[in-house]
C-alpha cells in the first residue's frame, strides 16, 4: 500500500492493517471539458481538514473513534486515461481483496470507473447509488468513450440495466435522460424521495458515488462545471449519511471538488462536512465508543 | 442588424430573418456608482454559455428546437449616457418594427431605459414587470436624472401610474417606498405572490425586466450592489418562467451581472440558467418539438 | 474617546456626547489558528457601508433617525493578548460608565472577553446570549487560555454557570458538548427556539455577541473558520431583530467577519446587513421617529 | 474645501490653511473602455499609506515635515462626463485661486483636462510634462471627443503646439505618433532622456500628470489596460523626482492606478511609492527640516 | 478550414485563401503535471486583444497591414493524447500543404509536436528555434513518453541531432542537461547570444516554439510552472522579433499561458505583446505599406 | 526532533540522525501589523516544491546529492508572542547541540530572535547577515518590545554594535537609519557590496536572516509590508550563494511569504528557487557529487 510522506486528512493516521475504512485521492482531471482543476482536491481537503473537528453533534461520533488509514495520493499519468484508470482499479482491487473498503477522492467524476470495476469484480451484484447535478450518460463525448462525461454509462456497460440509482439530476441532453428512462432509476433534481426509493437495496452491496456538484453553486461554487439549481448541504448530508447507514456500502467516492475556483475555501469546507459525516455513518457500528444521542 | 465578428451564444446561431427572438448585449456601466464591470456580463454569458445543456429539464423543452438569432454586442459610448441610451433604443426600435422579440443582456440597468423607451413606442399600453432588490424610483442620483438608481423612476415618465409591477424590492430610501405606495404596485421581500397579482395583466404587452440583484448575495455575488436577504435561484427560475408562460412579453431583460467580482463563474451560471429557462419559456409555443412532460 | 481621523459607518457622524450607541473597531486576530484577517473587518464595512440604504423596509425605520457615535478602531497591540484585551476593556468601560451602549466589530471573537469583563463590572447579573458555529468553550488552546477557541469559557469565569445561552452550535469537541451541559445553556444547530428559550431574560441585562460564522459558508465564505451547515441571512437577521427589540441589550458585538476571503464583497454586505437591522432594534425607542408599519 | 469625514492620506492631517499642497481623489472612470475601476484608486491609497513609512531614504525627507492638506475624494457624478469635469475644474482652479498646488488623484486620465483647464486659466504659458504608455491623442473615441483617449488632443487644444513633452509612450494609432510629430514632444518607449530634453523648461509653469502605466504591467499590473515593455519603479521614481525637483510644478496627478486588478496590493503600494516621493521632492523646499544626505 | 462561429483575434478577419498566415488554438493540457489551465489561453488572447493597439511603435508596423485569417480554435479531445495530436497535426499539414505559414496558440508545449510533425513532412532539413525555461527533454514522463515535460525529446526523434537550439533554458535534471549537450544546441539563462548562435540557420526552413514562461514569473506569473529567473519582456520581444526578421520561419507556436492563474490580466498582456510583435515580424515583407522608422 | 504526519519539502526526506541541516518551519504571524498570513509559507512551500526541479544549473548541484531532515512545522502559540519564541529557541537549540545547522521558513520575521538566541548561546562571537526591505530596528512598536518591526534591534541586544550586517535596506523612520549609523553596518538599497563589505566576516560564526521583501514587490508580491524598489531574484540569488558559498553559516532564515496575497504562486516559486539555491551552497562542500561546472 502506498502513503509514504503524506500529511494525512485528520485523525487518518492508523495503520493499513488495523483500518476498516481506506481513504486515498485520485487526483485526475484530464479529461475535464470546461474548468480543470479536480487534481487538487484531495491535498486541500487533506490540509483544510485541520480546520474541522474530529467530533460530529449530528451524529454524535467522533473520528477518533474510527480507525481509517490515508493511503495519501495515486501518481497518476496526466493525459494517459486508461493507464489511470487502471491504476486506480488495481489500487482499488487491493483494498477489496484484503476486506477493506475504499473511499475514494477525485478528481473528476471518470475515475469512479476504476474502483467501480474492482468492486464489481469482488460483487457482481453490485448497484450503484449515484448524487450528481448531471447524467453522465452520454455513449461518448468529444469523440471519446472515456470521458467526464459518459462514466455512468461505462458503469452501466458493467453493472447492466436498473442497477444505478441516480438522484439530484439536472443537467444533460434531452437523449440522456430519455435513456435513462429505460436503463437506469432515475430521480431528478432532488435528494427528497431517497429513502422511499432505495428501500429494496438494502442488504445488496453497494458503490456510493458523490459527484459535489449535485450541491447548488451557492453553496459549492468550487468546482468544474457549476449548474445552478442544486441541493442544500443539509439535504446532502443528511441523504449521504442516510445512505451510510441503512445500506450495505462496499466503496464510495467523493469527486469533482476544484478546490482554486472557490478562493474562500468555503467549497472545501463543504466537501470536508460530507466526508467526516460520511465517513462517520459508515463507520459507526465499528467504533470504540457508540453514540449517545 | 449587427454580428460580425461575434461568437454568439449557445445555439443561437441562426439568421436575424428567421429568428423571433432577437438576443443583444449592452455593455454599459457608466453611471455605477458602486463597483462597475457589467459591461462584461453578455461576453462572460457567451463564454460561459458552452459549459450549458441545451436541454431544460425542468421545461422539457430544447434550445436546438428554437430559432434564436444573437445580434453581439453593441459598441456603447462609455462616457457619454445619452447617446448610449439612443443606440440602444434604434437597436431595439427596428427590431420590434422587424416584428421581433429584443432580449437584452446588461449592462447595468439602466439601458432598460431604451429598450422601454422603444417597446413603449409600439405598445403605448405597455406594461412592466420588474425583479430587483432596489426600487430604483430616485428622482435623481449624484446630480443626474440618467442612473441604475433612477431607471424605474425614468420608465415611470414613459408608462405612468400603476403600470410598473415591481417584485422583490429590499432596498430603498424611505421616500422611494412612499412614493411607490402612489405610482407603481411594488411586492416587497420574494416573488410568492407573482401569480396572484399579474392575473390581471394576461394578454397586454409586458417588458419583463430582471435586475439578477433579486438573487440573495450568496446565490449571485457577482453583482455591483449586493443585497442581502434575496431570494433563491429556484424561487427566480419559477417566478420568471410563470411570467414567460402567462404573459404576452414584447421585450425583456437580464442586468446587472458584474462577472469579474465572483471568480467561481457562479454567478455567470446562475445568471445562464435564467437566460435559458426565460428563453424557453417564451419560445414554448414558437417551438419545433413541443414538451413531453 | 476617540475618533480622530477616521471616516465613520454610514450615517454614524453624530457627536459622542449626543449619542445613546457607541461604535468602534477591535481590529485584533493574532490568537486565530486556522486563517487570519478579521482585522481588517472594521475597514471593509465602513468603507461598504456606503453601498447601503440608511432605511430598513424590513423594520420601517431608517438610520438618519438614530444618534451613533462612531469611535474609530482601537490600536491594539498584536501579539500581545492580554494589553489588547485590557486596551478593550478599558475602551468599553468607559462607555458604560457614560451610561451607553458598546457596540464593537471585532476582530476575532476572543475581543468579546474585554467588553463582557466590563460589562459584568457594571451589572452583575449580566447573562450572554451567544450566536456562535462554535461552543468556543475550551479550557485552553494550543497552550494558552486566552483563544478565539476558549472565549466563552473565559466569559464563563466571569459570568458563571446557566448565564450563557448559545444558538446555532453545531462544532466543538465532545466534551465541550457535554460540558455545556452542565454550564451553559446550549441550543445547537440554528436559532428556531430562541423566543421560547430566552423569554425568561426579560429585563435582565444582556450582552448579545455575535458571531457570524453562525451562518452557513454558502452565505459567509469571508471567515477564518468556515463550518458548513450554518443559518440563513434571514434566520439570523430575524433572530437578531428579536433579541434587540425584546432584551435589554447594555452591549454587543459582531465578529469573525475576515473580508479578504471573500474577494466578491458578499459577506461584508451580509455583515452589514445585520449591524443595520440590529443597530435598528436597539435604537428603535430612541428614535426622532418612530415606524410606520 | 472639502474634507469632512474622510480619513486622510498617511501623514496629510495638516489644515487648509497652513498647506501648500492640496491632495484630493477624482474618482470617475466612467469612459475607461477596457476595465473600469480606477474609481478605487484614491481610497485604496489612503488605507495602504498606513503600511508606508513617512521618511524617505531615497532624498533624506521626511513627510512629518510637510504641510499638506488631504481634501476627500469629490463626489463626482458617474455617466456624466462634462458635469464631473467641471466639478473638478472648479475644485482645482479654487486651490490655484488660493496659490496652492493640487496634487489630484485620479480616477481615469480624463480627470486631467479638468485640473489643467484650471490651470491654463492661471498660467497661460503653462506646459505639460506627461509619463504615459499611450499617446492618448485621439480626436475622439467610440464616438466621443472627451475619453481617456484623447485627453492630451484636448489639453493641447488648451495649451497648444509643442508645449507637451511625453515620455514613455509605447501605444498608440500609426496616426497619433505622425500628428505628435507635428504637435507635441514625443519621446518613446523610456524616460532615459528626460533631464536633456526637459532642461529649457526650467522656471516656466509645469503641470506633471503620471499615468501610472508607464510602469511595465510586471511592475503594475493594477490597471484598466495593461501595456507591455514599460519602466521600472526605479526608472519612474527617478524621474519623478527630478521634474519635481528640477521644474516649477504648479500643479500634478496620478492616474489610472486600478487596486481591484491587483488583489496582492503591489501596484498600490507603487503608486504610494511615487505618491510620496513625488510630494516630498516638490515640498523638499518648503520644508522645516532639511535633507541631510 | 474552421472558422465557424468565433470572434477573431484583433484585425485578424481576413479570408483563408488570401491570408499567408494562419491563426488557431490547440487547447489542450491534459498532460499538465502541476497547474492545468493552458486550455483558456487562446480565448483570453482573442478577447483581450481588442485592447490592444494594431500599430507597433517598435516596428513602425501595423496588422491591419497584414493579411491573417484565425482559424479559430480545434475541437481536441480531452484525455486522449494521441487523438488531439493527430488533429493538430492534420490541420497544420493542412495549412502546410496550401503553402501557408501556421501560427498555434497553446495549450500546453505537447501540442508543438503535432505541427512540427506536419512542418518536418513537408521539410526535411527542419531546424527549430525553441525559446523555454526548462529543457523539456525526459524520455518520458509520469510513465508517457507523450508530456509537455517530453515535447523537445520528441521532436528530436523527428529532426535529430543538433537540430534544436534551445535558448533560455534554466530548469531540467541534470541528466537532461547532460542529453543536451549531446544532441542539441542549449544555451542556458537567457537570450542573449541569441545572434551569434543562430547566424547559421539563416535560409533554412525554423519551426519557431516559444514557451513563454522563458519570462521571468515577475513579468508572466499566469503559467503552469512558474520558473524564477527569467527573462524580461524585451528581452523576449527583441529575441522574436530578430528571429522573425532574420530566419526563414515557416511555422510557429506561443504556448504556455494560463490566465486564470493571473487574474490581473498581465500575463495575457504579455502574451499578446510577442504575438503581435512576433507576427509583424513574419508578415513585414509581406505588407501593403512598409514600415517608415 | 519532530517530523510526524507531515509531507516533506522536495527531496528533504532523510533521517535526522544522517543530516547536517534541519529544516523547519515556524508558522507564527500574530505581531504582524498590517497584512497577516506568513503563517502559511512552509505549507505553500512545502506543497509547490514539488513543482521544482531538484537540479540547479546555476551551480551544477543536485539537491538529491544532499542529506537534509525536514522536521515539519512547530505547533506555535498564536497570541502569545514570548510562548512561541521560547518554542523556537528550544528547538533550535537542541539542533545546535547536536551539531547541525537550522534552516527556518518563517513566518514573520520575530520568529529570528527564537533561533538567534540559540545560536549566540553556542556562537559568542556570532554576527548576523540581514538582507531586507525594512530596518527593523524600532525599540519597540504598538507598545510592545517584541514585534516584527523590531527584531533586528532585539537581536542587537544579544549580538552588540557592529554585529548584524544589513543590506537592502529602504524603508524605515529617519530614526532607525540615524540609529544604525552607530549600532549596525547597513548597505541600502541593494545588495551589490556585498563581497567587499563581507569579507572580513570569513571565517566567523554567521547567522544569515532573509526577509525576502528586499526583493521589489513586482518580484514578490506575496508579502505582508510591500515596499517598493527592492532588489531582483538574480540579484538576491547571486547573493545568497555567496554567502553560503564564503561564509561560514551556522543558522540561517527565510521569512516573509505570505503566500495567499499572490495567488498566481509566482511568489512562493520565488521562495522555493532562493531557498534550493542557498541550501545548495550551504551543502556544497558536503555532497555525494561535486559539481561539474
Given at each position: 500500500m502506498?502513503?509514504?510522506?503524506?500529511?494525512?486528512?485528520?485523525?487518518?493516521?492508523?495503520?493499513?492493517?488495523e483500518?476498516?475504512?481506506?481513504?486515498?485521492?485520485?487526483?485526475?482531471?484530464?479529461?475535464?471539458?470546461?474548468?480543470?482543476?479536480?487534481?487538487?482536491?484531495?491535498r486541500?481537503?487533506?490540509?483544510?481538514?485541520?480546520?474541522?473537528?474530529?467530533?460530529?453533534?449530528?451524529?454524535?461520533?467522533?473520528?477518533e473513534?474510527?480507525?481509517?488509514?490515508?493511503?495519501?495520493?495515486?501518481?497518476?499519468?496526466?493525459?494517459?486515461?486508461k493507464?489511470?484508470?487502471?491504476?486506480?482499479?488495481?489500487?482499488?482491487?487491493?483494498?477489496?481483496?484484503?476486506?477493506?473498503?475504499?473511499?475514494?477522492?477525485?478528481?473528476?467524476?471518470?475515475?469512479?470507473?476504476?474502483?467501480?470495476?474492482?468492486?464489481?469484480?469482488?460483487?457482481?451484484?453490485?448497484c450503484?447509488?449515484?448524487?450528481?447535478?448531471?447524467?453522465?450518460?452520454r455513449?461518448?463525448?468529444?469523440?471519446?468513450?472515456?470521458?467526464?462525461?459518459?462514466?455512468?454509462?461505462?458503469?452501466?456497460?458493467?453493472v447492466?440495466?436498473r442497477?444505478?440509482?441516480?438522484?439530484?439530476?439536472?443537467?444533460?441532453?434531452?437523449a440522456?435522460?430519455?435513456?435513462?428512462?429505460?436503463?437506469?432509476?432515475?430521480?431528478?433534481?432532488?435528494?427528497q424521495?431517497?429513502?422511499?426509493?432505495?428501500?429494496?437495496?438494502?442488504?445488496?452491496?453497494?458503490?456510493?458515488?458523490?459527484d459535489?456538484?449535485?450541491?447548488?453553486?451557492?453553496?459549492?461554487?468550487?468546482?468544474?462545471?457549476?449548474?445552478?439549481?442544486?441541493?442544500?448541504?443539509?439535504?446532502?448530508?443528511?441523504?449521504?449519511?442516510?445512505?451510510?447507514?441503512?445500506?450495505?456500502?462496499?466503496?464510495?467516492?467523493?469527486?469533482?471538488?476544484?478546490?482554486?475556483?472557490?478562493?474562500?475555501?468555503?467549497?472545501?469546507?463543504?466537501a470536508?462536512?460530507?466526508?467526516?459525516?460520511?465517513?462517520?455513518?459508515?463507520?459507526?457500528?465499528?467504533?470504540?465508543?457508540?453514540?449517545?444521542?
Amino acid at each position: 500500500m502506498l502513503n509514504k510522506n503524506v500529511q494525512t486528512f485528520l485523525a487518518c493516521e492508523h495503520e493499513y492493517a488495523e483500518s476498516r475504512v481506506v481513504l486515498f485521492g485520485a487526483p485526475f482531471d484530464s479529461t475535464t471539458s470546461f474548468r480543470p482543476g479536480t487534481r487538487f482536491a484531495s491535498r486541500a481537503m487533506r490540509e483544510d481538514s485541520y480546520g474541522l473537528e474530529t467530533y460530529s453533534p449530528y451524529q454524535d461520533l467522533d473520528l477518533e473513534d474510527a480507525k481509517v488509514f490515508d493511503g495519501g495520493d495515486l501518481d497518476l499519468c496526466f493525459g494517459d486515461t486508461k493507464k489511470s484508470l487502471a491504476m486506480i482499479h488495481d489500487f482499488a482491487a487491493a483494498i477489496f481483496q484484503d476486506g477493506k473498503l475504499p473511499f475514494m477522492i477525485g478528481g473528476e467524476h471518470l475515475v469512479s470507473l476504476g474502483t467501480v470495476q474492482a468492486a464489481a469484480e469482488k460483487y457482481p451484484d453490485l448497484c450503484i447509488v449515484h448524487f450528481d447535478a448531471h447524467t453522465d450518460l452520454r455513449e461518448e463525448y468529444l469523440g471519446t468513450p472515456l470521458s467526464h462525461a459518459t462514466v455512468l454509462r461505462r458503469i452501466w456497460d458493467i453493472v447492466g440495466d436498473r442497477r444505478i440509482y441516480q438522484f439530484g439530476i439536472r443537467s444533460g441532453e434531452r437523449a440522456e435522460f430519455a435513456w435513462a428512462k429505460k436503463h437506469t432509476v432515475l430521480h431528478p433534481f432532488d435528494l427528497q424521495t431517497l429513502a422511499e426509493n432505495l428501500a429494496g437495496l438494502r442488504g445488496k452491496p453497494i458503490y456510493f458515488t458523490i459527484d459535489l456538484d449535485v450541491l447548488d453553486p451557492s453553496v459549492f461554487p468550487g468546482t468544474g462545471t457549476p449548474e445552478a439549481g442544486g441541493v442544500s448541504i443539509r439535504e446532502l448530508r443528511e441523504a449521504a449519511v442516510w445512505v451510510g447507514r441503512n445500506l450495505k456500502i462496499v466503496g464510495c467516492d467523493l469527486v469533482e471538488l476544484s478546490p482554486h475556483y472557490d478562493a474562500s475555501g468555503a467549497s472545501t469546507a463543504m466537501a470536508l462536512h460530507i466526508w467526516r459525516e460520511l465517513l462517520l455513518s459508515l463507520e459507526r457500528d465499528f467504533m470504540v465508543r457508540p453514540a449517545q444521542l
